[in-house]
C-alpha cells in the first residue's frame, strides 16, 4: 500500500507542479506580474512534490490507523490542510523590489490546491479499493 | 559731499551686484535614490520622489532643497499591508497623497550637514531637523540620511498598537548637475 501511495504522492506532486509552473505563466503573460525571482519553477515544483509525498505519507499512515475510515479522513484533512495554507501568500513580505505584491496570493493561491486536485483526480488509478 | 556721494553709490552697486551673482548650484534628482523607513514592526520603502535641490557645500547657508514623496507608491513588501498604509487609518492617500518637505535653513556639522524645515505628512506640518551628508562622485554627488520621526506627532495610525510610533528614515539620493 505504501508503495502505491508514495506512487500516487509523487505522480500527483509533479502533476500538481506542471499546473503550477503553466499558471505562474500564464499569469505572468495576462497581469504583467513577475515573481518568478520569489517562486521559481524550481520551487514550485519542489513545494508540489512535497506536498504530494505528503499526502502519501499521511494517507498511509491514516489508512492503517483507521482502517475503513482513513480514506474519508485524509481526504477531509487534505482539503483543509490546503485551504488554511492560504493564509501563508497573505502574510508573507515580498522583497521591496518587487512590484505589486497584492499580486502574489492571486498567484500562488491556486497552487495550494493542486496537489490536492492532483492525488483525487489519479487516486482511481493508483490505489483501488 | 557731492563728490562722496556717486563712489558710495558706485560701491553699493557693485557690492550688491556681487551678492546677487552668487548662485547656488542645482542639482537633478537621478534614477536609483531610496527612501526607505523601518521600525521594528513595519518596514517599506517609497519609490515616488522628486522636487528641487539647489546645495552648495561651500555655501549650505544659501542652499535650498523642496522635494516631495508620492506616498501612493508606498511599499512594504506586502499587498495587505500596502493596502492598510495607503488607507484613512494611516497615511490617508486620498486626501494626502504627498509628503512634502521644504528648508529654511542649511548648516554644516562635524559630521556633514544638517538640514531643518517644514515636513508635512498626512496634513500636520511640524518643523523637523535631518543631518545629512554629501559625497561628491565625479559630475554628481550623493545625499544620504538618517533620522527618525515619531508617527503620532503626524497622526499617522493610532497612538499605541502593533506598529513602533518611533520609525527610522533612511535617505539615499543620487544627483547630477
Known sequence: MFKKALLLGIVSGLLAGVAGIIYARVYHSSLGADFSKVAPTLNIIASSLFGGVLAAIGFWLLDRILKDKGEIVFNLLFSIISFATLLAPFAVKLPLDLEAPELFPGMVIPMHFFPALAWFTLKPLFIKK | MKKIIYPVAAAIILAGSAFTAITVPSWTIADGYSISFSSDDASGIFKG?????????????????????????????????????????????????????????????????????DLEIHGVKKETSIPFTFKKTGTGGVFAGTFTINRNDFHVGKPGGDVAEQIKLNVSVPVTK
Open chain 2, 49 to 117: 520622489f522628486k522636487g528641487s535641490i539647489a546645495f552648495d557645500e561651500q555655501n549650505p547657508a544659501a542652499s535650498k532643497f523642496d522635494v516631495t514623496i508620492d506616498v501612493t507608491t508606498i511599499n512594504t513588501g506586502n499587498g495587505l499591508q500596502n493596502k492598510h498604509a495607503k488607507s484613512d487609518e494611516w497615511f490617508d492617500v486620498a486626501k494626502y497623497p504627498q509628503i512634502h518637505f521644504t528648508s529654511k535653513q542649511i548648516s554644516k556639522t562635524a559630521a556633514g550637514y544638517q538640514v531643518t524645515g
